[in-house]
């Protein structure tokens, strides 16, 4: 039987006053910034910290920055064609950092033509 709306407690995030924070930027070798540009104003819209590191970072910038500012996600934008394996090895990074507990969103596209 599931649960009425009405009887469910509010999101912790909504009573919260601690703000989300997310570190954000565009891949290394990509300086495709206009996707991550419009996802960091969206994010911050929504009453997130958000700390922007720009386009062309590397993943030990990000997972850094991430550890460095306590950040409860990572939301990157790829275009340049690495995307999996970026992907993977900041995954591995923080988990080798003691910091899997990071979410990583992650979106980008196929070649422009």
């Known amino acids: 039987m599931s649960t009425p709306a009405t009887s469910i407690p ?4 909504q009573t ?11 891949s290394l ?15 911050q819209s929504q009453g997130a910290e958000v700390i922007h590191l720009g386009h062309n970072r ?12 306590d950040a409860d996600g990572i939301a990157i934008s790829s275009y340049q064609g ?17 910091a899997a507990h ?3 969103f992650g979106g980008g596209g196929g070649t422009i033509t």
Do not use: C, K, W
């Open 10 to 13: 509010a999101a912790s995030a």
């Open 16 to 26: 919260d006053p601690t703000p989300l924070r997310f570190v954000t930027a565009a």
């Open 29 to 43: 070798f990509d300086g495709h910034d206009a996707a991550i540009n419009i996802m960091r104003r969206l994010i």
């Open 58 to 69: 590397s993943v030990q910038d990000v997972v850094d920055a991430a550890i460095q500012e």
């Open 82 to 98: 690495g995307h999996m394996e970026y992907f993977r090895y900041m995954v591995d990074m923080l988990a080798e950092r003691g």
């Open 102 to 104: 990071v979410r990583v």
